[in-house]
């Protein structure tokens, strides 16, 4: 940060995430930079006539801060709900519902796009006042955003979290004058589209890497370690030829499943024991339900994923976990779920409410060695996994990194810790 002058002067303002701001610069409710913040429309299923793009929040692109138009969603709009609520490029949305136990709701964007639209009912439009720039705002609640200042105006913790808008807007922000707040928004979106440009570069490796992992260990599961030996056909499309000496049979004979447990979260008691959801190790307990070392898949939520669990532990009810592995190794076992992974998602779409049922996954084919081989595939498989893990996990260090400077550079140019009033972005070559 130091390539960037300070300004000459400062003040003091008494506001914790604009502690210090240029001299000239003013400070006051973020609402006086916005002409009106109106909540969206969901309206009804698309009919032909009356239907509009509807802006959900899984259109945010965060990374950028503006609209994504890779999967927009039509809805059948009346002209009574549409007046005053069609967008028009510059204008802020602000997610007013949403969020998750990972995620704040509270997230602003900029709408971009020339086309005709709404937001959704989860969604508050914000008009930008004359004089503000639109660009210049969008980073300063990205600011307040990482600085969980939105935090204390969530109405609801669990669950679905709503933000109440008229609280968040009367929290205080910084105003430059407008041709600053303009060179201040062009500086960043000429530093966040290079940072972005490196994120997504490490993110193509980062899938390169899991492709080669998946096929790593698909081809261990099918095909063994010897590249010599006699195959046959499985009969199974996701098999493919199998080693002559190995069992082709049902799922439910390599592993069996049962339904998890239900745990309220004021019944849990924090302690030692991995409470398993359906993405993963998401908490602890005091007490088990389940023996390990075992597998967990979800049920619900997450589908297609498999957790080994080491240790005794509690699957919850949104889960699958294994309650027999009929003598195998349970690693062996958790490395051959893998290849059934797009079974699993493929028979979660069969019903309204996506979910996996053990009945429909029991029947399904797999294929196993025998249990000394299945001990040297897992030695083998854990060595290269091992390594390709410690890959990933360096080029998610990377991204970490690209990802603390983008912030750190949005946070010192949106409070004035940085002078940018000189800054002309590089003419292209």
């Excluded at 009367?170 to 407008?178: G, K, M, R, V, W």
């Excluded at 063994?224 to 080693?243: F, H, R």
């Excluded at 949104?318 to 190794?329: C, E, V, W």
Aim: net charge neutral; glycine share 6%; proline share 5%.
């Amino acid at each position: 940060m130091t390539r960037y002058p300070a300004y000459p002067e400062y003040k003091v303002t008494g506001c914790d995430w604009f502690p210090r701001i240029p001299a000239h610069w003013q400070i006051d409710r973020a609402k006086w930079s916005v002409s009106s913040c109106q909540n969206g429309v969901w309206g009804s299923e698309p009919e032909g006539d009356d239907d509009l793009v509807c802006i959900r929040v899984a259109d945010f692109d965060r990374q950028s801060l503006r609209i994504s138009t890779k999967k927009l969603t039509q809805r059948s709009i009346a002209e009574k709900e549409r007046r005053n609520r069609l967008l028009v490029r510059g204008d802020l949305l602000l997610e007013k519902s949403g969020g998750g136990e990972q995620q704040l709701v509270g997230s602003v964007v900029e709408f971009d796009q020339t086309f005709p639209a709404v937001s959704s009912n989860f969604i508050a439009k914000m008009v930008v006042k004359e004089g503000m720039d639109s660009r210049f705002l969008v980073y300063t609640h990205a600011h307040l955003y990482a600085g969980r200042v939105n935090f204390r105006s969530i109405k609801q913790t669990t669950g679905i979290q709503n933000l109440d808008g008229q609280s968040y807007l009367d929290e205080e922000i910084a105003y430059p004058p407008l041709e600053e707040q303009d060179n201040i928004a062009r500086f960043l979106d000429f530093k966040t589209a290079q940072i972005d440009a490196l994120i997504a570069k490490k993110n193509a490796l980062l899938d390169k890497l899991a492709e080669k992992r998946t096929a790593i260990i698909s081809h261990a599961v099918t095909k063994g370690l010897d590249p010599s030996v006699q195959l046959k056909d499985s009969g199974a499309t996701w098999l493919g030829k199998v080693p002559n000496h190995w069992q082709v049979l049902q799922l439910k004979f390599a592993v069996t499943f049962q339904r998890g447990h239900d745990l309220p979260a004021d019944a849990r008691i924090e302690g030692e024991v991995p409470l398993v959801s359906s993405s993963g190790i998401s908490s602890s307990h005091d007490s088990a339900i389940a023996k390990g070392p075992g597998i967990v898949t979800g049920r619900y939520g997450t589908i297609g994923k498999f957790t080994y669990v080491e240790s005794d532990y509690w699957p919850l009810n949104t889960t699958l976990y294994s309650i027999n592995t009929h003598g195998n190794n349970v690693k062996y076992l958790w490395f051959m779920m893998h290849m059934l992974s797009d079974l699993f998602v493929m028979e979660s779409k069969k019903g309204a409410v996506p979910g996996v049922d053990r009945n429909d996954l029991h029947p399904v084919l797999t294929v196993l060695p025998p249990k000394s081989e299945q001990d040297e595939i897992v030695a083998r498989l854990e060595e290269v996994t091992s390594n390709l893990d410690r890959q990933a996990e360096q080029i998610t260090k990377v991204i970490d990194r690209l990802q603390e400077y983008k912030l750190t550079l949005t946070t010192n140019a949106v409070t004035g810790a940085i002078d940018l009033r000189s800054f002309e972005p590089p003419r292209p070559t």
